[in-house]
């Protein structure tokens, strides 16, 4: 896909000795591979799944304190709650590319969770505002503050794994997402029941909490996100030369590459890195308005706010188990395009179900089961879908600025999603549903055609130079339009 114009490496390290996959099974470099594997898992996925839990929870509990009050007490109509809601992600996808360039240039110890600081700040903010344009400017700044966090995270991964490993720890990453929409549900149940307490209503108070618990997060977060393998003061010596020999035969993380301004040009006119962001733009339209508006939803079925919170819980935990099967299963397999489609199609038939259940308060069973169809299916495709750009594309800034890229061009779908779900629509939300099952329906359209590029690619490659390894011969691989490189499908 990548032409051979793609950016020349920086000075590189020299390659250490690589070793055949039955060898790096029991050891490399008297290191027991999955032993280092699983001590990089405890000191790494525990602590960015926690900032990006807090990350989700801070910027959907909006739709939890609907329901609490905070339209009535700011004067909100329902159309000027969901232009708080687009203002987000204007933000977001505005500083998108520059915060990724500046974790490139300084440390994710550093940049991480200073990120998480800014944005639990702001999050408290929303408690406190007073009227209309206060929240307006304070949703824009969350968008501003955390959209630096999961593009710069799966970078950040991909510095400590190899291509086929990172599926796996990018979607157990991302099921935090779905795992803060069940903790919000109860979290704001219980929060509710604060009304009155300190003269403020319920709905300030779930985002004054859930912002100070973020902020007191990110002070401890310092001590605990590291930088990169060869500083990590958790890995031994021979730890960290048993991980760049992993990695130097498996892609360019252990390349000393400078940060380039041409290499995020590159990335910017491949593309393949714009259809990795339309892959994931035909996702996030579902997955925001669902992780938006599901208590309203449920809401309008007929339930009361409080039960609405609840009921919110198990779509989401549903959608947390099946994100870490699938994902385990796909990188079992070796393939990721086979799950991203039939996640997809799984979440066709929930909004199918939405949209033909006629009555939905008469028969609000059957738009509940829709609910857990449609997050069942949406989540763990959006989870398999993120890792695409971390596998397949080479150079570390070209990478970084991809990841970006992929984000950004994918919220351009959740800024239209904002605007769908208007109260006028309840209790059916007919235009919303319809949106979401046609993004979900062309998710399967890019994807498969997504597929059938790469593997038509890799088979071109294979019939030049078959079974040929990154390792081979003494130039370092420098872009993907080496015959050496094989996309991951």
């Not at 000191?43 to 799944?49: D, E, F, I, N």
Request: glycine fraction near 8%; charge should be neutral.
């Amino acid at each position: 896909m990548s032409s051979s114009g793609d950016e020349k490496q920086g000075a590189t390290t020299d390659h250490p000795r690589s070793l055949s996959r039955s060898e790096s099974d029991l050891e490399l470099d008297g290191v027991k591979e999955n032993a280092l594997l699983r001590k990089l898992d405890l000191h790494l996925l525990p602590a960015v799944s926690l900032l990006y839990l807090l990350s989700f929870l801070d910027r959907s509990n909006v739709a939890n304190a609907r329901l609490d009050g905070l339209t009535t007490d700011l004067h909100m109509t329902g159309n000027q709650y969901l232009t708080s809601l687009t203002l987000y992600f204007i933000g977001y996808v505005l500083f998108e590319i520059p915060c990724n360039v500046i974790l490139k240039r300084t440390t994710p110890r550093l940049w991480l969770p200073t990120l998480t600081m800014l944005w639990g700040v702001v999050a408290t903010l929303m408690g406190v505002t007073q009227n209309l344009s206060g929240f307006f400017a304070v949703r824009f700044f969350l968008g501003v503050t955390e959209s630096g966090l999961f593009p710069g995270v799966v970078f950040y991964l991909s510095m400590w794994y190899k291509r086929h490993e990172r599926v796996y720890r990018v979607a157990l990453f991302f099921s935090a997402a779905s795992l803060a929409g069940a903790f919000g549900g109860i979290l704001a149940y219980g929060i509710g029941k604060m009304s009155g307490v300190g003269g403020l209503n319920g709905w300030r108070w779930i985002f004054i909490i859930e912002g100070i618990l973020t902020v007191l997060v990110a002070l401890t977060a310092y001590l605990f996100i590291y930088d990169y393998p060869s500083t990590a003061p958790f890995l031994s010596e021979p730890e960290r030369c048993a991980i760049q020999s992993r990695l130097a035969a498996d892609s360019d993380a252990t390349a000393a590459e400078p940060f380039s301004w041409a290499a995020v040009g590159h990335a910017l006119k491949d593309p393949e890195c714009w259809l990795y962001g339309l892959t994931f733009h035909t996702l996030s339209l579902p997955l925001y308005t669902l992780s938006l508006f599901l208590p309203s939803i449920i809401n309008a079925l007929g339930f009361t706010a409080a039960n609405a919170q609840l009921l919110s819980v198990p779509p989401y935990a549903l959608a947390t188990i099946l994100t870490i099967i699938i994902a385990v299963v796909s990188e079992r397999l070796q393939r990721r395009a086979p799950f991203i489609v039939g996640s997809s199609l799984l979440a066709v038939i929930g909004y199918a179900i939405l949209i033909g259940n006629k009555d939905p308060t008469g028969r609000p069973g059957i738009s509940y089961l829709g609910t857990f169809f449609a997050a069942g299916g949406i989540y763990p495709a959006t989870a398999l879908a993120l890792s695409l750009p971390a596998m397949n594309v080479v150079g570390q800034t070209k990478r970084a600025t991809a990841t970006a890229m992929q984000i950004s061009v994918g919220n351009l779908g959740a800024v239209l999603g904002t605007q769908l779900y208007r109260p006028a629509t309840a209790p059916r939300y007919v235009l919303g549903h319809s949106f979401a099952l046609g993004y979900m329906s062309a998710n399967v359209v890019v994807v498969s055609i997504l597929w059938w590029l790469l593997a038509r690619e890799n088979a071109r490659r294979e019939a030049i130079a078959p079974g040929a390894k990154l390792d081979d011969g003494e130039e370092p691989l420098k872009n993907s339009g080496d015959v050496r490189w094989r996309f991951n499908t």
